[in-house]
């Protein structure tokens, strides 16, 4: 669907790394991560509800996906960092993540009746369950970075609330949900900047939050946190963008943004599609000399959001 024409070392690079067995390597640990994190307790339907939007179960497609954490965990290991530093922020990503889409998929904003192959929340448990589950996420996020991120080592406490104020900020009045109004607001019918604003906030701010957050933890200098703030902000739009493309071409499911093409046309969606992957390559490039074959996930990262090349559901089905 999308042609590689991304130039320099990337592609090589890239091709020695087996994405999918280090996705799926993170993927069942991430899991343990967040089925301890949400016992069921009373009052069970808000718990139950809660579990139903994080926790799709072994081989289904969005416990296959789980991006937002294999970001932050790849920018820590870069880094040098242990994975362990970064698995309860990564595990509250993807908290976060859920809330977003919990809330997405009401009947006031998409109202889609499905999420990640089975029903949404919502239309599993009720709107008002779904509302206060969302609701719940977002602190229980927070707090479980607080009770399990090892510290003071080796993340010292001043980073930790460094990445809890990252984690707000992403999904707050001016991230995020900034994203969710432009998009109520009908932006992303309008022109280029205004489709690529919708991006950029509903989508790309998560992926720059996930890539911060595992810099913040894996000990990064202020250059190398921006660096791959600009990687995970560009990685979040691109993945997006793709999955537009997929949709309109007939290779995805339909999506309430069609709108996004219809703004841009196929062949400018296309031409920006390349564009991003050159951009986040090159942000990867900054670390290649530094830290050698650990940069090598973030050059597959850009090649997997462009391509999605392959499946996951099977090796989580039996990891």
């Excluded at 369950?129 to 609701?135: F, I, K, P, Q, R």
């Excluded at 339909?254 to 920006?272: E, F, W, Y």
Aim: one cysteine or more; a negative charge; glycine letters at 8%.
């Amino acid at each position: 669907l999308v042609s590689v024409r991304a130039s320099s070392t990337a592609p090589t690079a890239s091709a020695s790394f087996d994405l999918r067995r280090y996705w799926t390597s993170l993927i069942a640990e991430v899991e343990s991560e967040l089925d301890a994190a949400m016992p069921m307790r009373p009052p069970e339907s808000i718990h139950s509800a809660m579990r139903h939007a994080v926790l799709p179960g072994a081989g289904k497609e969005g416990a296959a996906k789980r991006a937002p954490p294999v970001l932050c965990v790849a920018a820590c290991e870069l880094l040098g960092a242990p994975r362990a530093a970064a698995l309860p922020a990564a595990a509250a990503l993807e908290m976060l993540h859920a809330a977003s889409l919990v809330h997405d998929d009401l009947p006031c904003f998409d109202a889609a009746p499905t999420r990640r192959g089975r029903p949404s929340t919502h239309a599993a448990y009720g709107t008002d369950m779904a509302v206060l589950a969302g609701d719940a996420l977002f602190p229980l996020a927070y707090t479980h970075v607080i009770a399990h991120t090892p510290s003071p080592d080796p993340v010292p406490h001043a980073v930790l609330l460094r990445v809890l104020a990252e984690l707000a900020r992403a999904v707050g009045s001016t991230g995020m949900a900034a994203g969710q109004f432009l998009d109520l607001a009908g932006a992303a019918a309008l022109g280029e900047a205004e489709v690529m604003q919708v991006l950029t906030k509903k989508f790309g701010e998560m992926a720059e939050c996930s890539a911060a957050c595992g810099a913040m933890l894996g000990g990064a200098g202020p250059d190398e946190e921006a660096a791959l703030r600009r990687y995970g902000r560009t990685i979040g739009v691109l993945y997006e963008l793709v999955d537009d493309v997929r949709s309109a071409s007939g290779n995805g499911k339909m999506r309430r943004n069609a709108s996004v093409l219809r703004a841009l046309g196929m062949d400018r969606a296309l031409g920006i599609v390349e564009e991003l992957k050159a951009q986040a390559k090159t942000e990867a490039d900054r670390f290649a000399d530094k830290y050698g074959d650990r940069v090598l996930p973030l050059y597959s990262f850009v090649d997997y959001a462009a391509e999605r090349g392959f499946e996951l559901q099977d090796a989580v089905a039996t990891p």
